[in-house]
């Protein structure tokens, strides 16, 4: 890396733990909503703000210079799950400034902003943005102790300039890439069902509604309501509303075309 790429990275980062001091100043007026799209477009230190751990931690890198770190281009879409998916995974060592933490296995459930380098332990102090009184500088320690037993993951907060959202893998799914535009139509239907290992019809009959339950560990009625609905829209990272619309089917699309569901 060169000197002037090196000085870019290390403004950048200094810009993200600044920007997540920031929140942590203006805490009353920033508010924990699970809703996408992320408000990723408010002007910088806009007030109020509401938005979730993942968004939070987006919006800051936005404001910073740096990537998206769900590799989706800033979209306004994106959890932990992308995150993993996304971004370097790292050694507690390997930390630095405004570097990620991510709590559970895959697709996590919370990610939190590192201020300094993890290598000192979990005494490292880092912004949580995780319920309605955050974000709140806390050491790492007190978010372990939130997440019990759940392993951490370190990741490297993309590079200045990195927006651009990260090309599907080859899942090796004959029916994808698909377009993503939010239709239910028979192609997504056969991506859909040639994940979850049932003939590939089109058609989004019980065999596939139950195999889909299945797969999202919810029971297995073969009725997809609510409960199957807000499972889904966790497992593809949009707001659990229990509604299925134009905008779970857009995370389903993107979810398949990148290998994750």
């Known amino acids: 890396m060169s ?3 090196q000085q870019t990275t290390a403004l950048v980062r200094q810009e993200m733990v600044n920007n997540c001091l920031w929140g942590v100043q203006h805490d009353p007026d920033i508010h924990y909503s699970q809703t996408r799209p992320m408000p990723i477009n408010v002007a ?3 007030l109020p703000l ?3 751990c993942s968004g939070f931690a987006t919006i800051m890198a936005k404001w910073s210079g740096a990537g998206d770190p769900n590799g989706s281009g800033f979209n306004g879409y994106g959890y932990t799950g992308t995150m993993l998916d996304h971004c370097e995974h790292i050694s507690a060592a390997a930390t630095l400034p405004g570097d990620l933490v991510v709590f559970g296995a895959h697709p996590g459930t919370h ?3 590192l201020l300094e380098s993890a290598a000192k332990g979990l005494g490292a102090m880092c912004v949580s943005h995780g319920q309605e ?5 806390v ?7 939130s997440h019990p037993g759940e392993p951490l993951t370190y990741l490297r907060l993309p590079g200045a300039g990195s927006t651009s959202p990260t090309p599907p893998s080859s899942t090796g799914n004959p029916f994808c890439p698909l377009v993503v535009d939010g239709g239910f139509g028979p192609k997504t239907i056969k991506a859909l069902q040639w994940v979850l290992k049932v003939p590939t019809d089109g058609d989004f009959g019980p065999q596939s509604k139950k195999a889909l339950q299945s797969h999202l560990h919810v029971p297995v009625d073969g009725d997809i309501g ?3 609905i807000k499972a889904l829209q966790t497992h593809v990272g949009v707001t659990p509303d229990g509604q299925w ?4 089917t857009e995370g389903l699309q993107r979810s398949l075309n990148a290998g994750r569901f």
């Open 3 to 5: 000197t002037t790429a």
């Open 44 to 46: 910088k230190y806009h």
């Open 50 to 52: 509401s938005t979730d």
């Open 111 to 113: 990610v939190v902003v």
């Open 133 to 137: 009184a955050d974000p709140i500088r």
């Open 139 to 145: 050491p790492l320690s007190d978010e372990v102790s």
């Open 226 to 228: 609510p409960q199957t």
């Open 245 to 248: 619309g134009k905008l779970t």
